[in-house]
């Protein structure tokens, strides 16, 4: 009976362990990428982002690229990478919950 009992809380735990693993699972992986990776490089390896922005800090020129993933469970991850005088420096990523929308029927 013990042994049955170890091999289900096993079991369950192997399934909710796969469950927690493919919901976050995204295709900006750290392992394609890399730190002095160029703009040009990611964009040819992801293609166009969703969104490019442009801005100066200490007279370097700071480009951060981002792109949209929806997630199993419909929430969005947005990944940001950082790019200082074109090479890559940070990426980070932001995971947003889809709100609940009400729709009313109007008589």
């Given at each position: 009976?013990?042994?049955?009992?170890?091999?289900?809380?096993?079991?369950?735990?192997?399934?909710?362990?796969?469950?927690?693993?493919?919901?976050?699972?995204?295709?900006?992986?750290?392992?394609?990428?890399?730190?002095?990776?160029?703009?040009?490089?990611l964009?040819?390896?992801?293609?166009?982002?969703?969104?490019?922005?442009?801005?100066?800090?200490?007279?370097?020129?700071?480009?951060?690229?981002?792109?949209?993933?929806?997630?199993?469970?419909?929430?969005?991850?947005?990944?940001?990478?950082?790019?200082?005088?074109?090479?890559?420096?940070?990426?980070?990523?932001?995971?947003?919950?889809p709100?609940?929308?009400?729709v009313?029927?109007?008589?």
């Amino acid at each position: 009976m013990k042994n049955s009992l170890l091999i289900l809380i096993l079991i369950l735990q192997l399934i909710t362990g796969c469950g927690i693993q493919l919901k976050y699972y995204t295709q900006y992986s750290n392992d394609d990428i890399s730190s002095g990776m160029t703009i040009e490089a990611l964009i040819e390896k992801y293609g166009r982002p969703y969104a490019e922005n442009l801005y100066y800090e200490n007279g370097k020129k700071i480009e951060v690229l981002q792109y949209k993933e929806i997630m199993v469970y419909g929430e969005r991850l947005n990944t940001f990478f950082y790019f200082e005088d074109g090479l890559l420096v940070k990426k980070t990523q932001e995971e947003v919950f889809p709100t609940e929308t009400v729709v009313k029927e109007r008589h």
